[in-house]
């Protein structure tokens, strides 16, 4: 299950990226955008999709389990949000696999 939530970050990332791409396109046709708001929109989805991917490869060599639930969270807020959520499931049902402190541990960050 932790591969396959990995796997899902990754698919949400490429979601986030792509759904960034597509509500810029669109606005830019019918409104007429800033060219601010459309750097905001493309900064935001490329935000998202990297740390989707620092999430996911947290996850492959079973790192931080914060790091990966941050990574799995930012592909949940993504555009086609069905695999971030499945991807939360699954690193929260599968804590005790990982190396670092879980939810539960010391939250001081050493």
Same mark, same amino acid.
């Given at each position: 299950?932790?591969? *396959?939530?990995?796997? !899902?970050?990754?698919?949400? @990332? &490429?979601?986030? %990226? =792509?759904?960034?791409?597509?509500?810029?396109?669109?606005m830019f046709v019918f409104g007429g955008?800033?060219? *601010?708001?459309?750097? !905001?929109?493309?900064?935001? @989805? &490329?935000?998202? %999709? =990297?740390?989707?991917?620092?999430?996911?490869?947290?996850?492959?060599?079973?790192?931080?389990?914060?790091? *990966?639930?941050?990574?799995?969270?930012?592909?949940?807020?993504?555009?086609?949000? =069905?695999?971030?959520?499945?991807a939360t499931m699954f690193l929260v049902?599968?804590?005790?696999?990982?190396?670092?402190?879980?939810?539960?541990?010391?939250?001081?960050?050493?």
């Amino acid at each position: 299950m932790r591969t *396959a939530a990995g796997v !899902l970050m990754m698919i949400g @990332g &490429l979601g986030a %990226m =792509i759904g960034a791409s597509l509500a810029v396109g669109v606005m830019f046709v019918f409104g007429g955008l800033s060219i *601010a708001l459309i750097g !905001l929109l493309s900064v935001l @989805g &490329l935000a998202l %999709m =990297i740390m989707s991917f620092v999430g996911a490869f947290s996850t492959f060599r079973r790192g931080r389990f914060r790091l *990966a639930l941050a990574g799995a969270l930012c592909s949940a807020t993504a555009i086609p949000f =069905i695999p971030g959520l499945l991807a939360t499931m699954f690193l929260v049902a599968r804590e005790s696999e990982f190396q670092g402190r879980g939810l539960k541990g010391d939250w001081s960050g050493r």
